[in-house]
């Protein structure tokens, strides 16, 4: 039988098997640290190379834990090497845990504003055109009398009809006027709308321009957390690549750490910018 | 990804705390997870078939343990971290020998196994079965002080036939002579188990009861209801102490071992999810003050609604399984230690 390994493939195969290939990945440990590299093909086929590294840490720990520590991994991972599978073990993105410090909450007012909206609405939306009553036209009493074209006379007007919402009107100047929902008395201000009216807490607002576009928020909450507690931080972020915008606002929950952090931030160099920070402006003012 | 880069930059301060670590080892929903005594291992079980054990510490997962045949809902690990339970809707409860992962005993029932949990000596163990398939829902309590291939024929120290609404989570007293069931309807009663007879019962919720959690000494436990409300008790007497009012409904509540706080997960239900509103904040962990009843901080994470959440007994991390899949290991920063609640 003529040995089938004989036959060699043409050394295009050769190459094109050799850029194939990818190099093995390496585990090194290094004082204190495991540099794990791998190389991989990402969705455009072209090779990339992977290094994470982990910190070895030691802890002095009770016996039952450190015992069990020592535990042979079982079941699906079973084969898996000492340390983190990078497939189930995934270091997320920091979260901040966001402190609600007004006494109202964002949702209750929104939900509060909605039941209020609605029960005006009852009252006010409906109106009839002949006699000005809190009915639909259609079903007005005046109707028949009012095709004429004569006007009820005030005596006459409105009584309510069936005694629905009896009162709803008086002491309402400008009940009778359409008025759009936001100016109504139960459309609270939105808070989050783009023309929001300035929130209570922007008085402890700064903003920080300047900033280089590989900046994160983790970067920026390790800036300026220092100065006291941050009570919302927001990036500026390109949608598209997700890189920074070169500006942020933080909210402090003190006025004076916000003016502490302007005074010390204000023109320090981080990462190989100046940083210009001052007191965010209300978006009024800034649109001007 | 966790993508090394040269720390080059000129920060102004090297950020001290831990990032949050997300444990992708399940396929489906979570249901529960749970930490053992010392708080080193994490046990997780969701709608696929195999419970998981992750090191809390760093993430990294010991073990799966692969028999069920279908939804683990509800899983418990003994004082001494020996023995894991799980009962699932393939109509078995498993016990597990927690060093190796290798079953070591199976009961089949009647129903599939809604909760789970051993007492605190782990001499014993209840488990309760569904009301489904022409089934009553029934508790168990079992001995498992030696477990064998025979424990699927013992005979159960005790069994109650639980007439009307079926149990939708238990608690052992520490004592090991008395469970708290909370029930479908929101009823939450006590039996003793001398003599297999209901000592008492109250009905503060209006709707199922997800889950129960005590606090540290056990004096005291958390519920967590569909009514939108999570409520804390006197495990003496059943007495409501507090209330803490979400939006949504509350699917599950842990107590803070060394802070006054309250920790709640939940959203809206996983059928409701696509066609309500998709304002993000339904999905966080909350944190309430435990007497003040007021909610105070926030943490973002999960992607669906959060089916469990559970404090490390060092009460410096909390982590939470949600809908989504993922179990989230958050390490609180300083800055929730130096918290003051203002009032």
Not at chain 2, 135 to 150: P, V
């Amino acid at each position: 039988m003529p040995a089938a390994e004989e036959v060699k493939s043409s050394w295009a195969d050769e190459v094109e098997l050799e850029g194939g290939s990818l190099p093995p990945s390496t585990e090194i440990y290094e004082n204190g640290y495991k540099i794990v590299t791998e190389y991989k093909y990402n969705e455009d086929d072209k090779k990339i190379k992977i290094v994470r590294t982990y910190k070895i840490e030691k802890r002095i720990v009770s016996k039952s834990i450190a015992l069990r520590k020592t535990w042979k991994k079982f079941g699906e991972c079973a084969n898996d090497k000492p340390g983190p599978n990078p497939a189930t073990t995934i270091v997320a993105e920091d979260v901040y845990m966001q402190y609600i410090t007004s006494k109202e909450e964002d949702n209750k007012q929104e939900d509060e504003g909605l039941d209020k909206l609605k029960a005006l609405g009852d009252k006010n939306v409906v109106k009839c055109r002949t006699c000005n009553g809190d009915h639909w036209t259609s079903k007005c009493p005046w109707r028949d009398t009012m095709l004429a074209g004569g006007k009820v006379p005030d005596d006459k007007k409105a009584p309510a009809v069936s005694g629905a919402a009896p009162g709803g009107d008086t002491g309402k100047p400008g009940g009778s006027k359409y008025v759009p929902p936001s100016m109504r008395d139960g459309g609270v201000k939105r808070t989050d709308g783009p023309n929001m009216t300035r929130r209570d807490d922007s008085y402890s607002a700064i903003r920080i321009a300047n900033l280089s576009d590989s900046t994160t928020e983790t970067d920026l909450e390790d800036l300026v957390k220092p100065f006291g507690p941050i009570q919302k931080l927001y990036l500026a972020k390109d949608k598209q690549t997700g890189l920074c915008k070169g500006f942020a606002y933080i909210h402090f929950k003190f006025r004076n750490d916000a003016a502490k952090a302007i005074s010390i931030l204000n023109g320090y160099g981080y990462d190989h910018l100046i940083l210009s920070v001052d007191w965010s402006k209300p978006l009024t003012s800034s649109n001007q | 990804m966790a993508d090394w880069e040269p720390n080059l930059r000129s920060k102004g301060l090297q950020s001290q705390n831990k990032k949050p670590i997300m444990l992708q080892g399940h396929e489906r929903a979570i249901t529960q997870i749970k930490y053992n005594r010392e708080g080193d291992l994490l046990f997780s079980s969701s709608k696929d078939n195999k419970p998981n054990v992750w090191y809390s510490l760093n993430g990294e997962r010991l073990g799966t343990f692969n028999g069920h045949q279908g939804v683990v809902w509800c899983i418990d690990v003994d004082w001494t971290t020996t023995k894991f339970m799980s009962g699932a809707g393939d109509n078995t409860c498993k016990l597990w020998d927690c060093e190796t992962g290798k079953e070591i005993g199976n009961i089949t029932t009647a129903s599939s196994v809604r909760t789970c949990m051993f007492s605190y000596s782990a001499n014993m163990a209840v488990y309760t079965t569904d009301t489904a398939m022409k089934q009553h829902c029934e508790m168990f309590i079992i001995d498992t002080r030696t477990i064998d291939d025979s424990i699927g024929h013992q005979v159960p120290i005790l069994r109650i036939p639980i007439k009307g609404p079926k149990v939708s989570s238990i608690l052992w007293d520490n004592l090991d002579e008395m469970v708290i069931t909370g029930h479908e309807n929101g009823e939450i009663t006590q039996w003793d188990l001398k003599t297999g007879k209901q000592l008492n019962s109250v009905r503060e919720h209006d709707n199922l009861i997800n889950d129960m959690q005590w606090n540290k000494d056990g004096t005291m436990f958390i519920t967590a209801s569909k009514d939108h409300t999570a409520k804390l008790f006197d495990a003496e007497d059943l007495m409501l102490l507090k209330t803490y009012k979400t939006e949504r409904p509350v699917n599950s509540a842990a107590i803070s071992p060394i802070l006054e706080h309250v920790v709640v997960g939940g959203g809206q239900d996983a059928m409701d999810v696509t066609t309500t509103s998709t304002r993000v904040g339904k999905f966080d962990s909350r944190f309430f003050h435990m007497i003040f009843e007021e909610e105070f901080g926030r943490v973002k994470g999960h992607f669906g609604p959060i089916n469990s959440v559970a404090f490390h007994p060092d009460g410096k991390s909390y982590s939470s399984g949600g809908e989504d899949g993922y179990v989230r290991i958050h390490t609180f920063d300083s800055s929730y230690f130096e918290y003051n609640f203002d009032y």
